[in-house]
């Protein structure tokens, strides 16, 4: 058997998008980039696996793999040794990523908007304006320990703007671990995108702590700032609820425990596949973390398949910490179209709405070359900066609450 076959029936996607090029300032498209990194790093993972035999020895692939994602433990664990096994990993989906999250801020909320980004490893630093040099300097150097960056200016018309432009990066890395959970529940999952799933859950926890006991410099530390906008409205404002949050994002998910079953089943009998909870049709529940400019909120995901073409899914997300004052409901429809001449459709219809009235939506489709691996797709999304869905990905909110955007993709699947 080549390393090239899928004997699991795992879908991967290699993918192309026009939101690659930074003139977009596009999450959607973006998203892409650290997607189809997971991926292929999930077939490497299944090629090394070939070399494995029994339990034990798939423990210890699993061990490893949580050693490459190493996520932040604390000051005394992390910081006390300087042998690489036990230093905080940065892969490179997950820097750009979360520094993408920063600039797309800059460039749609800021006068001055993105400067540059920097990335310093073993002492030298590199500077650019796009990320996707910054993506493959990481990319080259594998784990980042000393430090990444985004710069610009947060000269912004609106004091509420200021809390995307930092809170951006953190955002970003809950928007992948949510993008990851609803990979799993579309098409199945592999054990091997645990580990940048966990990191986007449990990033908030991490970066409070590492600012509490001053291992990240308060002035420069994103949860710094956020701390800072949010006394500005909430001088009592306790950062603590924000590791609590975190908390409760990653254990209250049930793609947490399909991972955690699904890495058993991997020791126990060499399968890597992942499949979402499923009850009744229903999808259990996954609950995300985000920082929104009312306070630190949390949205309830979960989805109903109807039948094997027509499934519904629901988002409510809700300010908790400092005081509920919004209510956000992001309802969809999905339909899948299969035929045997034309190939397979699928369409999305989804709206975004909240309790003060604030009204935004998308419709996408997705179309599945019948006979070669090919997928192309199109998404239509009008956001709304007056929505927690839009202020976290808006491309130009400068001139207007509102902003359209095209989105087109192309990926060969394997």
């Not at 949580?66 to 664990?77: D, T, V, W």
């Not at 993008?179 to 966990?198: P, Q, S, T």
Request: proline fraction near 5%; include cysteine; hydrophobic fraction near 35%.
């Amino acid at each position: 058997m080549s390393c090239a076959e899928n004997p699991h029936n795992i879908t991967r996607r290699i993918t192309l998008s026009l939101g690659y090029d930074p003139k977009y300032n596009s999450n959607e498209g973006m998203k892409h980039m650290p997607l189809t990194t997971i991926q292929a790093y999930s077939w490497v993972f299944d090629w090394v696996t070939k070399v494995t035999d029994g339990p034990i020895s798939r423990s210890v692939l699993v061990g490893a793999d949580f050693i490459l994602h190493m996520p932040y433990l604390g000051k005394e664990f992390n910081e006390s040794t300087s042998n690489w096994f036990f230093e905080e990993k940065w892969w490179p989906y997950l820097p750009a990523y979360h520094e993408f999250g920063h600039g797309r801020g800059f460039k749609a909320f800021s006068v001055g908007g993105l400067k540059h980004y920097t990335v310093t490893v073993n002492g030298q630093t590199y500077t650019t304006e796009n990320v996707w040099m910054y993506y493959f300097y990481s990319l080259r150097h594998g784990a980042l320990n000393d430090g990444a960056e985004t710069h610009g200016e947060d000269n912004v018309k609106k004091a509420v703007h200021i809390l995307p432009i930092y809170a951006g990066g953190l955002n970003n890395e809950s928007r992948l671990s949510s993008e990851i959970a609803n990979w799993v529940y579309r098409f199945k999952g592999h054990i091997a995108y645990f580990g940048a799933y966990l990191r986007g859950k449990i990033a908030p926890i991490g970066y409070t702590a590492k600012t509490i006991s001053k291992v990240v410099d308060e002035g420069t530390s994103d949860i710094g700032h956020i701390t800072k906008y949010y006394r500005g409205y909430y001088p009592k404002f306790n950062r603590h609820q924000i590791q609590y949050g975190g908390w409760a994002s990653l254990l209250l998910s049930g793609t947490t425990y399909s991972f955690l079953k699904g890495i058993y089943d991997f020791i126990e009998t060499g399968n890597p596949e992942v499949r979402t909870f499923v009850w009744k049709g229903f999808r259990l529940p996954d609950v995300n973390f985000y920082f929104t400019r009312n306070g630190l909120s949390l949205e309830v995901v979960t989805g109903y398949e109807i039948n094997p073409n027509w499934w519904l899914d629901l988002g409510v997300e809700t300010v908790y910490y400092p005081r509920i004052n919004s209510v956000e409901f992001t309802p969809s429809v999905r339909y899948v179209l299969p035929t045997s001449i034309y190939g397979k459709f699928e369409f999305d219809v989804g709206l975004v709405v909240n309790s003060h009235g604030a009204l935004s939506g998308n419709m996408g489709v997705e179309w599945t070359d019948p006979v070669n691996p090919f997928t192309l797709q199109a998404k239509l999304i009008h956001h709304n900066a007056n929505t927690y869905v839009g202020e976290r990905n808006i491309p130009d909110g400068l001139n207007s609450d509102h902003d359209v955007e095209f989105m087109l993709a192309a990926s060969v699947n394997y």
